[in-house]
């Protein structure tokens, strides 16, 4: 049997941490309820779940959609968009068939592509490879997910390039159901043998947009900060999440907009350190920059922003005797006099 190979590659970076992950996971199975109910798609549709942070990792192989089950999504620092490609690349080689002169292969694949960041790596290598190698016969569909998504990377490696802004968990579900359909026509489109047709819905027009040119891609990126700390109790990861004040906020007291609030804590698994980037901690940022203090997601110490003298950032209940999660070290816990740097993350 023919099949029509569906790959979700999937930002899971820290910038994806807190609600746009939670409507991920919702998305995932919500998908896989509504492609159940179409007998095209049964018959076809095979699905793959690829995340990616600092480096890529296959959560679901290529299986048909009665054998699916969403994968829960991990997290992990970094957005390596160039390893995350050449990966989706080497899943393709290896799992789906090419036609032969004996024989028919599997329709032509579809990947989506959904980052909400941009790339910490070099993509050009793989870049080079898509083009070359499977550009071809592969379609690929790149969604920029909110103001910080990179569209200018995803434009590189695809025109079908769409900007997703999501004001709301209902917005989300429009956007999985926009894929389904995709899949849904797609999977039509290949019973009726039409190999080289690529059939993607009508957007919603409410939440996306597509990028026509590379100018339109182009647009402004507002950073914003990651810390990851480790909780001295449970010794699991935890993200520290950060947001640009921007210039019209004109907040009294604050020099310049380069300053960051706080927007969220969130605990993540201890898999954020397999899929991170060895290179996460390489840039600092100095805390007198950023505003609000953090608590501890997991045991809910007080202080979610204690150093060890080893780099790693920790939580305390305040003063006084503690562990490092991370070295061993005893410490005596005391008020800092001061700024630090602290090593930020690469989202």
């Not at 579900?173 to 039409?194: E, G, H, K, T, Y």
């Not at 110490?301 to 790693?312: E, P, T, V, W």
Request: a negative charge.
């Amino acid at each position: 049997m023919r099949r029509l190979p569906i790959y979700l590659l999937i930002d899971i970076s820290e910038s994806m941490a807190g609600e746009n992950l939670r409507m991920m996971q919702d998305g995932l199975e919500q998908l896989v309820r509504t492609l159940r109910t179409d007998p095209y798609a049964l018959e076809t549709a095979h699905l793959s779940i690829i995340g990616f942070a600092g480096k890529p990792r296959t959560l679901t192989p290529l299986v048909e959609l009665v054998q699916f089950y969403p994968p829960r999504l991990p997290i992990g620092s970094g957005t390596s968009l160039g390893a995350a490609m050449n990966h989706v690349m080497d899943e393709i080689e290896h799992n789906v068939r090419r036609t032969t002169a004996e024989t028919k292969g599997d329709w032509r694949p579809i990947v989506f592509l959904m980052t909400d960041g941009k790339p910490t790596d070099d993509i050009e290598p793989a870049l080079a490879r898509w083009t070359k190698e499977f550009a071809g016969r592969v379609t690929l569909v790149g969604i920029g997910v909110g103001r910080h998504a990179s569209l200018a990377a995803l434009r590189r490696f695809t025109e079908t390039v769409f900007s997703l802004e999501i004001g709301a968990s209902t917005d989300f579900r429009r956007f999985i159901d926009w894929i389904s359909r995709s899949v849904s026509s797609q999977s039509r489109s290949v019973s009726a043998n039409r190999d080289n047709a690529v059939n993607l819905a009508k957007i919603d027009v409410d939440i996306m947009k597509k990028i026509e040119d590379i100018a339109k891609a182009a647009i402004v990126d507002e950073d914003f900060v990651i810390l990851a700390g480790k909780c001295q109790t449970t010794k699991l990861p935890y993200l520290v999440k950060y947001e640009r004040f921007a210039p019209a906020l004109n907040v009294p007291g604050l020099k310049s907009p380069e300053n960051y609030h706080l927007a969220g804590v969130y605990p993540a698994e201890q898999d954020y350190f397999d899929l991170s980037d060895e290179r996460a901690l390489a840039q600092t940022i100095d805390t007198g920059r950023l505003i609000g203090a953090p608590g501890c997601p997991h045991c809910g110490n007080r202080f979610g922003l204690a150093m060890c003298s080893c780099g790693q950032i920790m939580c305390v209940s305040g003063p006084g005797a503690a562990v490092c999660p991370t070295c061993g070290r005893e410490l005596d816990m005391q008020a800092s006099e001061g700024d630090f740097d602290v090593g930020r993350a690469r989202g």
